[in-house]
């Protein structure tokens, strides 16, 4: 469980409101509409969350038919099938990833369906002398899938049956974070397979064939690998369920509400603190910087399906979308609506011009990761970037880091432009 | 698991926050702060050449008793970083320099994984080797692996090995090269850090974080106190070494020496005398803890007895990160803003 335990938390004080002259001004590009307002500005984040998740929920229902094709007929061409899915799935989810930060119940839930980094021994057979796992962490090479009952530092659990509920009850199993048994990581290292190829070209090469039925079976159990991504592939679906329920309007009893009948200044910090921890110390410290100044692969976001670029890239969009307010869903339809940046527009139309501008900056950086990365000539994906003496890709990432930075100053300001002093972190809910 | 040195800078935007607007003249406590930082460095430099003079002779002729002095050169120039740890700002910044003279946490062991990677592979571990080899080579843990882990300590590669020495001198070289550039350029900073009324701010900031690293990631953590509960050694730092709690020690007493000084006649001289007076006892009480305290870590997280010297020693830190972060810099009008430790 996740507990914060701070004697005096950080305060956060709320100053005296903008002055009336500042924050009267309306958008000159909207005469007819109304002004934006916090509490409007508030209500249209809470759309933007559940257009998101909806977008995740829809695309991983298509992963879960994906994936029962593949397991009902084991052919090459339903494992890519599969893989696209997976691939398609992660657009809208890693957009949602904003809300984590500031929202405690999206930080509570998404460990389920998005923790990282994993010792995938945990779930299946791994290559030993190629697999380094979290120290001290007794799961590391339980291989639940090889076995019926798994014994992790003096707990014996039956696995007989891999159902959904008793995989969301192995994470953490015997205290360690790298025990991920179920989300998008552990389907990304069933339909892939370990990435064996260190900085080297070449992601997971897991063979079709390990879910073959029958005497094809290549790497044993296939039926309960197929048991075990059938079941986590299931949980993906459900659990995004009560996410949208989360944040669907007309719901006296779900945190929309609650977040709408708190002040609309305390909406406003948890959308600025979303921002500014997703933009500086999760994207371009953890994801990026650890993983550029260690050359570490290890710390390398999707490492088994080298999609690290797409997932960084979408990020960094989703901390755009919560500034301007826009969405653009994954049916090609746009979502709009009352922003944060009409807001710091009514009483500094500098500074919102420069946050838009180093939101683009960012994005830009993150296209360029993305386009090298798929790039059909010579292609770089993350884990080579950041491989030692490596200039040009290290310049690639430094570049995307130095535009989050950039921007979070930014985020910084209008916090205070909008007269929230502190951006206390206490409202994340998560050990610090 | 995060890395709060991260040398990521926020450009700061606090010109107009009260600290500043008052009309008490910053300069001369950053000036202050200046010598005392400079201090720090300069011993950070000083221990750091030790290291690389007594493991260049110990390679030259090993013996027991010049492995036993090697690790006792180690201890003290890792103590004399952990003194300045927490000035997160400056030169410092350039080049990954704090990532470089510790890279932590590293819950995959990737120091034991790089070391393994040099050992083995067959070019010389020339000091551009090193340079290129990234931050998990290039510090104290590196050094610390080879001197004190377990597993390597008993296996064919152990010191004084051919290889593992040349990696011992070479990376306690470059320890020393980072400690000189260091002290070298906080001094030619002077002029930049005294003049800038900025940097009040950016110094007590860089304290307070210091000391919710200390609190947070230093101690709750690897106490089980956060996330799931589990206590690890694993998660401290210098647990090869034991040294976990004496680094503790010497990051109170580089903040004492250093910033508090300072920071109380600043307190003092904005009226708030009592407060200083806390904070300044309640340093003086952690270190009163020492060197009795100054034992490995995990004997004490693995017996519940025990466990209860390190809950007092937790509980005190608490008790003045609360005070110098919510208490003092509340007062002052000095805001905390994003850091690297906003994730998960």
Known sequence: MKTMFRPAPLVLTVAAAMSTGCANTTPSDSATSQPATKTSVVEHYADLAHAGYEDALITAKALDEATDQLLANPTQANMKAAKEAWLAARVPYQQTEVFRFGNTIVDDWEGQLNAWPLDEG??????????????????????????????VGGETVDVTNLTPELL????EIGGSEANVATGYHAVEFLLWGQDLHGFEQGN??????????GADCTNGNCDRRADYLDAVTDLLVTDLEWMVDQWAADNSDNYRSQLMNASSDEGVQKMLFGMGSLSLG??????????????????????????????????????????????????????????????VAQSNPELDTRLNAQLDASMKALGVMQSKAESSQNPMPFDMMIAPG???GASIVNG??????????????????????????????HAF | MQRLTLSICLISSLAAAPLVAADVNSADYRAQWHTDIHAGYQNLATQSQALASQAGAYCEAPSAKGLEHTKQAWLDAFLAWQQVRYVDFGPVEQKNRAWQFQFWPDPKNLIARKATYLLKDEAAITPEKINESGVAVQGFPMVEYLLYDQTFREGERALPADRSCQLLVGVSNHIAENGEALAKDWGDFKSAYVDNDQYTNTTVRAAMAGLEL????????????????????????????????????????????????????LLNDREQAYLAERIEEQAKEIQAKFPELDRPMAPLLADN???????????HISQLTALVNDRAAVELGVVRGFNSSDGD
């Not at chain 1, 088994?304 to 090609?332: E, L």
């Open chain 1, 204 to 213: 997971g090469e897991r063979p079709v064939t390990d879910y073959a039925i």
């Open chain 1, 390 to 392: 490596n200039a040009e």
């Open chain 1, 282 to 343: 999760e994207l371009a410290g953890e994801r990026m910087k650890v993983a550029l100044e260690a050359n570490s692969y290890e710390d390398e976001h999707d490492c088994f399906s080298d999609n690290t670029h797409n997932s960084h890239y979408y990020n960094g969009k989703g901390i755009q979308n919560v500034y301007t307010g826009n969405y653009r869903r994954v049916d090609g339809s746009v979502v709009s609506g009352p922003s944060l940046s009409d807001l």
């Open chain 1, 122 to 151: 945990l779930i299946d057979y791994v290559q030993a002398d190629d697999y380094q796992y979290e120290l001290g962490n007794a799961g590391a090479t339980a291989n639940i899938i090889g076995s019926k009952s798994v014994n």
């Open chain 1, 168 to 171: 969301a009850g192995l994470n």
């Open chain 2, 214 to 265: 200390l609190e947070e990631r230093r101690l709750a953590t690897p106490m089980g106190l956060r996330g799931n509960g589990k206590r690890t050694v694993y998660r401290a730092d210098a647990w090869r070494s034991g040294a976990s709690l004496a680094a503790v020690n010497a990051t109170v007493l580089g903040l004492d020496q250093q910033f508090l000084t300072t920071f109380s006649k």
């Open chain 1, 400 to 429: 995307a880091i130095m535009a989050l930075v950039e921007q979070t100053g930014s985020i910084e300001k209008a916090a205070r432009q909008l007269g929230l002093e502190a951006l206390s972190p206490d409202d994340a809910g």
């Open chain 2, 305 to 315: 007895s025990q466990f209860r010297v390190l809950q007092s020693l937790y509980v």
